[in-house]
């Protein structure tokens, strides 16, 4: 199922792991010269915000995608770093830490085998969060997790989406059933959760973050590098996927201009749980 179909009574379709792997796998390549300039400031300030420091300490990476969080954890002084992810792709792209290929809601690592857990744009990934929150729980003693804060978006951002969709783009099932959850974006639902799933202290804080995107390119290589237009853009030929980012380059221009000057800034919710 893909676009805009539905299951019974009008839910989203069913998040599929597998699609999502794939998607994410097809998107390890060119992940480095994408999506990571975005995700990198935005892990280091994930660290920076963790209830408990990294330095000294045993982390975990969770949906780690090529380890943006588990590499600033150790450039922070982390003791021991691994990095679970479903997609084994990104894994082997990804570097820092030991990789482990798993699921965020299964994880095979033994209760408290971490003191600090970082979940980096992850629980938006989980129908439901609450069990990647449980297992977050159960393998860590404190947990950081982050997502972009509600209704946060920006003027690229949406161009070159929309430039996108003029090319017949339809969304994979795996985003059309994750699209619709506002719960792992919520602040007060995501707090109650972290609550419900057992930690103690739970704060909820929206941190604007400096990126290095400034540029209608840079801006599109963000968008075009994410996994849901993996396979849309892999099932064109180079003439197709050239076409494609030239219309997003041009829609970015004419919101942002060709040389906007000021970088992207995120605004970043993040759970602090211990």
């Not at 408990?52 to 969080?69: K, N, Q, S």
């Not at 997790?145 to 690229?156: M, R």
Request: net charge neutral; aromatic share 6%.
């Amino acid at each position: 199922m893909v676009g805009d179909e539905r299951g019974p009574g009008g839910r989203p379709p069913e998040l599929s792991p597998a699609g999502l792997r794939e998607d994410y796998d097809a998107a390890a390549s060119g992940w480095a010269g994408g999506p990571a300039a975005m995700y990198a400031p935005l892990a280091a300030a994930l660290v920076a915000a963790a209830p408990v420091p990294a330095a000294g300490h045993r982390v975990l990476d969770l949906g780690a995608g090529t380890g943006l969080a588990a590499r600033s954890a150790l450039a922070a002084g982390a003791r021991q770093v691994a990095r679970a992810d479903l997609s084994e792709q990104m894994l082997r792209r990804g570097r820092g830490g030991s990789p482990v290929a798993a699921n965020a809601v299964a994880l095979p690592f033994r209760d408290r085998s971490f003191d600090l857990v970082l979940a980096a744009f992850c629980l938006n990934h989980l129908d439901p969060p609450e069990a990647g929150l449980a297992e977050a729980r159960r393998v860590g003693a404190a947990l950081a997790a982050s997502t972009f804060a509600p209704g946060w978006t920006h003027p690229a951002k949406d161009a070159a989406d929309a430039a996108v969709r003029s090319f017949g783009y339809q969304p994979p099932a795996w985003y059309e059933a994750l699209a619709p959850g506002e719960r792992a974006i919520d602040p007060e639902v995501l707090a109650g959760l972290a609550a419900a799933a057992g930690f103690a202290r739970v704060r909820m804080d929206v941190v604007p973050v400096l990126t290095a995107l400034v540029t209608p390119a840079e801006l599109v290589s963000w968008r075009l590098g994410m996994a849901h237009y993996a396979s849309f853009l892999r099932a064109l030929d180079a003439a197709g996927r050239a076409a494609v980012r030239r219309a997003a380059e041009q829609a970015v221009a004419a919101v942002t201009g060709p040389d906007p000057g000021e970088p992207l800034v995120v605004s970043m919710l993040v759970l602090s749980a211990s």
